[in-house]
């Protein structure tokens, strides 16, 4: 009886040993959460990154384009069969001279080489989203601030307009000179290149602004100047 009795005594106590053991342990993970009422999270990795900067294309480097629910028209800004790009908000067709090439950047909607006596000309077409990038007079004036006299002094001829295309409002720019603007493959400024032309316009639509800039030799610039003012003539609203 006696054996029984010690026995039974040491059970009870290694079992009281394991219990004390058992609440020491604290909650395990799950319960934690379900007691602070947490959701575990999962971490992944950005997988999109940051768009490169582009100021080796345009003076308004850094900027992210905006997703445009027109994007996938014209994939790669190349024409339809009728000649037309649709880049987003706006379509306009292609001058019979002129080739498209692959966008650089996803920042171009669209990329155009034109021929001429001095060498190529190119043009490009780009977004930045509803919130642009500035007003349209302040991208003109520093589009015109890239140019100086060959003394260097300031440009004081540039040409301006302003008209309505397909109900779209357009302001315009031209201007020649010594161009400062250019920037290299590492991102460092250019030296100045002489003879320099340049055609622009910014379509003002609901979306937001495309800049379209038609830039190179000052002979080939006035030698397409006819076709530049066609392509900007032939914008309509993207169907």
Excluded at 125 to 141: I, S
Excluded at 194 to 204: E, P
Aim: hydrophobic share 40%; charged share 15%; aromatic share 6%.
């Amino acid at each position: 009886m006696r054996i029984n009795l010690l026995l039974h005594a040491t059970v009870m106590a290694l079992a009281l040993v394991l219990v004390a053991g058992c609440q020491n342990k604290g909650p395990t993970p799950k319960e934690a959460d379900t007691a602070t009422g947490s959701v575990p999270s999962v971490v992944t990795a950005e997988t999109g990154g940051a768009h490169p900067p582009i100021g080796t294309e345009d003076p308004h480097a850094g900027m992210v384009p905006t997703p445009n629910p027109h994007e996938a028209a014209s994939a790669g800004g190349q024409p339809d069969a009728s000649g037309m790009i649709d880049v987003g908000a706006i379509a306009f067709k292609v001058p019979d001279s002129w080739k498209a090439e692959q966008p650089k950047s996803s920042m171009r909607r669209a990329q155009l080489s034109a021929p001429g006596s001095k060498g190529p000309a190119e043009l490009v077409v780009f977004f930045f989203g509803p919130q642009g990038a500035g007003t349209a007079q302040a991208n003109v004036d520093r589009w015109v601030g890239q140019f100086t006299k060959p003394d260097g002094s300031p440009m004081s001829d540039s040409k301006q307009t302003r008209s309505q295309v397909a109900g779209f409002d357009v302001t315009k720019v031209e201007v020649t000179g010594l161009y400062a603007g250019g920037m290299s493959a590492a991102g460092q400024p250019e030296a100045p290149r002489a003879d320099q032309g340049l055609l622009a316009a910014i379509v003002n639509t609901e979306g937001g602004p495309y800049y379209i800039k038609f830039l190179g030799p000052e002979a080939t610039v006035s030698e397409n100047r006819a076709a530049f003012d066609g392509l900007i003539a032939s914008i309509v609203a993207s169907p």
